[in-house]
């Protein structure tokens, strides 16, 4: 564990108690919900994914008085009375299992992608995947405009090499509709064994296609740095926000003023987010201390928390920087880039980021595990980033034939930027 006294970091205790996204992508290639809130001070160097705490045991169970259960307990008893099993239909679930199942309805119908409650059977398998290291297709999926959409391929994974792309919306996976999927229930389908094949209908363009994937053990890649020596531009593109990410990007960032040049391109493209205080870490090094990064707003139910930049002051005064983002930029990706357009330190180019910005927290519920949106992620100025993603401040679109051609447009755009100032 890296000792961040001896670096000057003074991460607060509420950036040490925060991290971002469970990283789950890594084996499973879906988004969890990005930002948990995890109780008592743990490392933020550390995989929170490996401990993820539930919190519980002072729950209030007070009857709501103004709720008329009068329906629910009609649709229960004649459920009870009436109902006959047949081939086609389940067994009759016990008192338990109806209640797990009124309190899945329960949650569903606040209509929020990540709010979500998991029985204690899922529970446990959901704490399992958070500890451990599986196999998957290497991509981060969430949920848009009701349908399972991908955020991001992680480069050089199956799902990448196979042809997946961020934005794709997925319909079905191995036969099975994803109408009215939970991320969560998505992965269920999507997790299985290396070497095994998971199919995705996939809709794009609206044009329907099929995609065979063999899941594997999937490495994750982090950064990659380097001078273009024909431009003068440096290149850093940040593949995730890791718990190591902010020690590597202090490596490219060395590089950076070792270079000489003044002229930065940060490549977020496809970066679908990871540990909020990586991100706060690296935004400390283009923003004067104090200057706000994010706030998480409760929307009145607690005092709302301002993570600010420590101040590191070690960037060239006049540099310009441009952000690089697409639809598969998320969470943490959104976080640094609304930061650095908010304060005018960075000018976006790219198209429209995912707009994953909330924060959930891990309730015990008996064995149960409730998943619900506590917060959501505001930029400096205000802007909600759950509200549709991030603007670039330059719009410029990257097509497949682009892809298939090698070209790449918004880089190309970014580097003009630079150049010439327009």
Do not use: C
């Amino acid at each position: 564990m890296t000792d961040d006294s001896t670096k000057g970091r003074g991460k607060s205790a509420v950036l040490v108690r925060r991290a971002a996204s469970y990283a789950l992508f890594v084996a499973l290639g879906f988004i969890i919900g990005t930002f948990v809130t995890l109780p008592g001070n743990q490392s933020a160097n550390s995989f929170v994914a490996s401990h993820v705490p539930l919190i519980g045991g002072a729950l209030d169970a007070t009857p709501d008085q103004t709720a008329n259960l009068k329906d629910f307990w009609e649709a229960w008893n004649t459920l009870r009375t009436r109902f006959v099993e047949t081939h086609a239909s389940s067994t009759i679930p016990d008192t338990q299992k109806k209640v797990w199942g009124a309190i899945q309805g329960l949650t569903a119908s606040y209509g929020d992608p990540y709010t979500v409650f998991m029985p204690p059977s899922e529970a446990k398998v959901f704490q399992e995947d958070i500890a451990g290291s599986f196999s998957g297709v290497g991509m981060e999926i969430g949920v848009k405009g009701g349908v399972v959409t991908v955020i991001s391929p992680l480069k050089d994974t199956p799902a990448a090499r196979a042809g997946i792309r961020s934005g794709d919306q997925i319909l079905g996976i191995d036969n099975h509709s994803t109408e009215g999927m939970s991320a969560d229930e998505a992965v269920k389908l999507i997790r299985g064994q290396k070497g095994t094949t998971v199919v995705f209908t996939i809709m794009r363009d609206d044009k329907v296609s099929t995609i065979k994937v063999v899941r594997d053990t999937i490495q994750v890649p982090e950064i990659d740095y380097s001078l273009d020596q024909k431009t003068g531009i440096y290149h850093i593109a940040l593949y995730t926000f890791s718990a190591n990410s902010a020690d590597l990007f202090d490596q490219a960032l060395t590089a950076f003023r070792q270079s000489g040049s003044k002229n930065l391109i940060i490549d977020l493209r496809g970066n679908p987010g990871g540990y909020l205080d990586a991100a706060v870490d690296i935004a400390s090094h283009f923003l004067p201390k104090d200057d706000v990064v994010v706030t998480e707003d409760y929307e009145g139910k607690q005092d709302n928390i301002v993570h600010r930049s420590v101040g590191y002051g070690d960037l060239p005064s006049d540099m310009k920087v441009v952000i690089l983002i697409d639809q598969g930029s998320a969470s943490a990706s959104e976080i640094l880039s609304g930061a650095l357009q908010d304060h005018h330190v960075a000018t976006l180019v790219g198209t429209r980021s995912f707009g994953k910005g909330s924060v959930q927290e891990l309730v015990d519920i008996d064995g149960g595990s409730l998943k619900i949106t506590v917060a959501r992620w505001l930029t400096p100025s205000g802007r909600s980033i759950s509200d549709g993603g991030l603007t670039p401040d330059i719009k410029v679109d990257r097509t497949q034939a682009d892809v298939d051609a090698k070209r790449d447009p918004q880089m190309d755009r970014a580097v003009q930027f630079l150049t010439t100032g327009k």
